[in-house]
């Protein structure tokens, strides 16, 4: 962290280390969920998290947040607090806010032009991993930065072949900026926090003390943020319970464009793309049909 320096008693002005563990300490507290968090904020306008915990639990999450990224050897990092200005105000778009990031990387990356979130199966076909590179490659030809999740499937495509073609990615990931999921992805998450843009919301003290099935809801949120974060999603292939369709409704509940890929309209075992299609969502048979919402 650039300021990890920083005192954490030091209270005459905003300490980012201070304010990471306070952040950290809220969410220890029992059944905290990005729901209850955001409330707590939006309840308390204007505070900041060290208002809002004591000076014993700031301590305690401070040495624990030490001791989590000394064992992940991860110091390379910054962190972004809602009301400094570096913050994106668009992520107050989404439904619980987030009001602390972690990042690694290019932090730049947050404001590229024309960012857009291509999603998908984490199990796709072989003709989803097919339209995603070409859809990748095509959005990168036309100067889009690349936005996914780094989960495996259509998302690690995306970063890598954004990565391959020149282009430039952002990745939102669903656990700490101290775990990496899944572990064959410890590579490509390594080369996007060195030379592009990582972004966690995850609270690395939360997460260490619950098992992988609690761990589970920070998926979601994530989805929610990456809509956030990018000017549109695009949907290559998903199945009715897919995960990707919280992002769906997500994009266009922050009043994102959401971009579906044809091929889904063909599928007959699928209800979600002309669902969506009449909420708003966009069905993508060209580049074109993408290009032409950018101008």
Known sequence: MNNISDSILQKSAISPSREMAAYEALWVHDNASFKTVAECFKNSPGA???????????????GNIMESLSKSNIHDFGIRLNGSNDYPQRLRD????????????WWDLIDAPKRIAVVGSRKPSEEGIHRTKRLVKQLVE??????????????????????????KTIAVIGTPITEYYPKENKDLQDLIANNYLLISQVPILRYSKQDYRYNRIFFPERNATMSAVADATVIVEASDTSGTLT????????????????????????????????????????????????V
């Open 48 to 62: 900041i998290p060290s208002e809002l915990v004591t000076e014993d639990e700031i301590l305690d999450a401070f």
């Open 94 to 105: 989404a439904a619980y806010p987030v009001e602390l990031l972690y990042y690694r990387g």
């Open 142 to 167: 036309s100067d889009f930065t690349i936005v996914s999740g780094l989960a495996e499937g259509v998302d690690t495509t995306a970063h890598m072949m954004a990565i391959r073609m020149g282009g």
């Open 247 to 294: 992002q769906a409704r997500a994009a266009l509940h922050q009043g994102r464009k959401l971009f579906i890929l044809d091929n889904c309209f063909h599928n007959k075992d699928l209800s979600w793309p002309a669902r969506y299609e009449k909420l708003g969502a966009i069905r993508v048979r060209s580049i074109e049909d993408i290009q032409a919402h950018f």
